[in-house]
């Protein structure tokens, strides 16, 4: 695989410099904090305390290496080794995804508990011994300034690891078109939420300085005696206030990024079911407020374009008809008449409003199978011979083979019962399949009474279209044999109510 080497190796330097800056600062910040607490202690002490931190610093180092070699593999390997399938494309594209997470983790885990499990049992171990004369509680105290800032580490990592996986994960998004033509996604999956990476972060920032403080001034004020007591009932009071103000800071300040966030989604989903009417709220006056503009612009411009598409798609269809009927100047009119009588039927069987409109689609193209017929059999005016029957009877498979033909095919998918079925009789003796009852697909019976009654009042160059009062009675003699009686029943009801109003 030719993923571009220099991405890797970028992003590799900049993973290690952000992790040595930002574990050398930690350890700094809190050796200074327990050397300035110990700063008139004797000299061997501070040796003794010096090495403690090497071996933990050691041990930590080593721990964590493994860990992150572990985490960093897969990528490691997808920009030195050939990826076979897309995927384990997609696999290595969800690891990477994934670092910022198992960074926090990392830190929180191998990162901190390898500093401190050391530190604070050769401290303890040296305090029994008599090498150090600090109180073993400032080793707790210790513990806590360590987790402190491990947490902040792991808030900065965090968000460094988010910003420089994405030229990773952009070359491999590049790779994956390049060598197996499709691309890499998450199709909307959720690995962090905003919500909780927010609130977590607001929080953190808010409570760190806080807690170190408090934890700075316990250093300082050596024994926890009866003289600190007022000081602490005092300083507890604080801290709560000053950690509950940023327990319920973080969650206003998420609501207020995660409120436009769910608005614009809960937009976008109704847009993907296909309901193009809707439009993001203008509620915020930040640079929210951009991206609702931004949207609604967009959406105004999906709707102009999809109304464009289905004029289209109308003036296609009606062509369509058109070329049909222009071949026999005696059925001039009537693909669009059948269509018209259809969608009336599909009204009056409460039928949902994109189903007539399949429905009326899939009428005007009903006889589209006869542009494969002859002239001379088409426009025969005598008796047709047998054989010229059968290329008559062969219109409705030959018109959805026609359909067949058309891109997207699942477009046209809901037009070829219709058409195939149209001339199928209730009782079973239509054609092509004779088909009987409700085998017979829904539009095809549907048409096949909108057809009958259009060919019955239709006039010809043989004879004379008949009144719909005599084509009515036929339709309502058919029921049951020919068409199917409910949608019939419908037609001639309508019909005779017509009539009286």
């Known amino acids: 695989m030719s993923i571009s080497l220099s991405v890797y190796k970028t992003f590799y330097s900049r993973l290690l410099l952000n992790y040595i800056a930002g574990s050398l600062a930690a350890v700094i910040s809190i050796a200074s904090l327990i050397i300035f607490a110990f700063k008139e202690s004797p000299r ?88 150090l004369s600090i109180p073993p509680y400032y080793v707790l105290l210790a513990l806590l300034g360590g987790a402190f800032l491990a947490g902040m580490h792991a808030l900065i990592e965090f968000y460094l690891t988010s910003h420089f996986i994405r ?100 937009r976008m989903a109704e847009v993907k079911v296909g309901y193009l009417r809707t439009e993001a709220s203008d509620l915020f006056s930040d640079e929210f407020s951009r991206l609702v503009s931004g949207f609604n612009h967009m959406l105004r411009g999906v709707r102009i374009q999809t109304a464009r598409n289905d004029q289209l798609v109308e003036s296609y269809f009606a062509t369509l008809a058109a070329a049909l009927d222009a071949r026999d100047p005696y059925t001039a009119g009537h693909s669009l008449r059948v269509a018209e009588y259809a969608v009336q039927i599909g009204n009056l069987a409460r039928l949902p409003k ?73 009782d079973g003796a239509g054609y092509p399949d004779g088909l009987k009852g409700e085998e017979i697909p829904l539009f095809g019976r549907i048409i096949a009474v909108a057809d009958a009654f259009d060919a019955m009042t239709s006039d010809r160059p043989y004879r004379k279209g008949m009144d719909a009062a005599t084509a009515i009675c036929i339709l309502e003699k058919g029921k049951g044999t020919q068409w199917d009686p409910y949608f019939v029943g419908l037609f001639v009801q309508a019909y005779y109510e017509k009539q009286t109003s």
């Open 44 to 131: 061997n002490e501070y040796a003794w305390m010096l090495a403690v931190m090497f071996v933990s610093i050691a041990a930590m180092l080593g721990l964590e290496w493994a860990v992150f070699s572990r985490q960093i593999r897969p990528i490691r390997q997808a920009f030195h080794e050939p990826v076979g399938t897309f995927t384990d494309m997609q696999s290595i594209y969800l690891k990477t995804h994934r670092l910022p997470a198992l960074t926090v983790k990392r830190i929180i885990g191998p990162h901190l508990f390898g500093l401190a499990v050391p530190a604070a049992s050769l401290s303890l171990w040296l305090v029994s011994a008599g090498q």
């Open 167 to 266: 030229p990773v994960l952009e070359e491999m998004q590049f790779q994956s078109l390049q060598l197996f033509g499709r691309e890499l996604t998450l199709g909307g999956r959720v690995l962090i939420s905003i919500k909780r990476k927010l609130r977590w972060s607001f929080f953190l920032i808010g409570a760190f300085p806080l807690l170190l403080y408090n934890l700075a001034v316990q250093f300082r004020l050596g024994d926890w005696n009866v003289d600190h007591s007022a000081y602490w009932k005092w300083a507890g009071i604080v801290l709560l206030i000053g950690l509950g103000f940023a327990f319920f800071g973080s969650r206003l300040l998420t609501r207020e990024l995660e409120t436009p966030i769910q608005h614009l989604y809960e």
């Open 354 to 426: 994109h189903v007539v409109d399949q429905l009326r689609k899939a009428a005007l193209l009903h006889d589209i199978g006869k542009i494969g017929i002859p002239d001379a059999v088409l426009l025969k005016e005598g008796q047709l011979s047998e054989e010229e029957w059968e290329q008559i009877k062969a219109h409705p498979v030959l018109g959805e083979a026609i359909l067949k033909q058309i891109e997207p095919a699942d477009e046209m998918a809901a037009f070829l019962p219709g058409v195939r079925s149209h001339h199928e009789r209730y």
